[in-house]
């Protein structure tokens, strides 16, 4: 089919042009003495993304999945009990992994499209007297749902508790995109990965962690190798890494940071609501409604629920099949119910205008009823309007 496939799933998202030609490089000694001019400023200018000046940043070559385990069996010991809440295939995937490593799981179960309880946590953790949770786990956004937590409510109801607990967001479709602030909000582990915000290819895991999480590396018990952050800090103070890094991916992730820093965190968190917002508008216009419940939505990722009577799943091969555009499933029990828009990393308003177009022919083809232009025109107007 001419002309390009048109990705708008929640990751990976877009590689901005820039971005590609920086890692079109030559393959270079990563044992050389100038080795560390590249890894150094990279570790330093990734505290600002993650808004930290007392923390450490990583970078793994891995994914975020990867980041979960990280954050876990560097801290933790085997048997210690861990709080998670499921409110998505993400959640859910993190709380499976907490089992199969051999933690202490409580979950506790959330409706799909609602975010972190935050007065159920604060209670929950004031009834722990004993101390006996050791890791808070949060899903900042949670992709599967299109679901926004605020960790700052988060830290707060840990506080509020007297709880000492470490706090550990995944912030893999929020970080880069979505406000974040390591420091002021308490968060002893913040896991990202390369492919959403940070506009790269899947391959790395990005962290950071606060003094409190490094000084637990020092005691913790699980077995750990490849993923030990031990080793990371022992090779980074010098401007190495305990193995082969990506050159690709590593002069890719500074020509990111070098987009992300000029446009400032700020003015990026700004653009990813403003383009949500257009989406939201295009979605209320079609009489179609959110996964995420008021209040929790996702300026990264949309999930959009059909009629009853429709499958959501005709909704993607369409698009996919036809007009070349690229939407992301519903996962595990959203399947079928819900399409997901992703618009993060390397967006504007015509792009995404494009986009919605490509999902009302798409929804048209599949017999859901929607005015043609309805959604388009409701985003249009709010771009319009809202433009610089
Ligand atoms: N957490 C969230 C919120 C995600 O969206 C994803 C992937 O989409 C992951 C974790 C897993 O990351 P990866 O696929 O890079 O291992």
Same mark, same amino acid.
């Given at each position: ?217 020092? +005691? ?23 193995? +082969? ?144």
């Amino acid at each position: 089919m001419a002309g390009r496939n048109h990705l708008y799933i929640p990751g990976p998202t877009n590689v901005p042009v820039e971005i590609m030609s920086a890692m079109n490089v030559v393959m270079e000694d990563h044992r050389s003495p100038i080795f560390p001019n590249l890894l150094k400023p990279i570790l330093q200018d990734l505290k600002k993304v993650f808004r930290t000046e007392t923390g450490q940043a990583f970078y793994f070559p891995a994914t975020g999945t990867a980041g979960w385990e990280i954050a876990l069996t560097n801290t933790l010991n085997p048997g210690d009990k861990v709080l998670i809440y499921r409110f998505g295939q993400f959640s859910h995937l993190w709380a499976q992994m907490c089992k199969r490593l051999g933690l202490n799981v409580e979950v506790h179960e959330v409706t799909w499209g609602l975010g972190i309880p935050v007065d159920k946590l604060e209670a929950r953790l004031k009834e722990d007297t004993q101390h006996e949770i050791k890791a808070v786990l949060a899903t900042h956004n949670e992709t599967a749902t299109g679901v926004t937590s605020k960790i700052g409510d988060v830290r707060k109801a840990m506080d509020a508790a007297g709880h000492p607990a470490l706090l550990f967001v995944d912030g893999v479709s929020s970080i880069a995109s979505l406000d974040f602030r390591m420091d002021e909000w308490g968060v002893d582990g913040a896991i990202s990965g390369s492919q959403k915000g940070f506009m790269l290819p899947a391959g790395a895991a990005i962290l950071a962690f606060s003094q409190k999480a490094l000084k637990a590396t020092e +005691t913790a018990t699980f077995p750990r190798c490849f993923l030990d952050l031990t080793d990371q800090m022992n090779n980074n103070k010098d401007g190495y890494t305990p193995y +082969t890094p990506s050159i690709p991916m590593l002069y890719g992730l500074r020509k990111s940071l070098d987009m992300l820093l000029a446009e400032g965190m700020d003015n990026v968190y700004a653009r990813h609501f403003r383009l949500a917002e257009g989406v939201r508008k295009a979605i209320a216009a079609w009489g179609l409604t959110l996964c995420a419940q008021p209040g929790f939505e996702s300026n990264t990722v949309s999930a959009v629920v059909v009629p009853a009577d429709k499958d959501a799943r005709d909704v993607i091969s369409i698009a996919f099949k036809k007009y070349n555009l690229s939407l992301g499933g519903g996962l595990s029990e959203l399947a079928g119910k819900v399409f997901r828009i992703g618009h993060m990393g390397d967006m504007n308003d015509v792009s995404l205008l494009g986009a919605l177009a490509g999902v009302e022919m798409a929804m048209l083809d599949a017999g859901i009823d929607i005015k043609p232009g309805s959604g388009v025109a409701a985003a249009i107007e709010y771009y319009r309007s809202t433009a610089a």
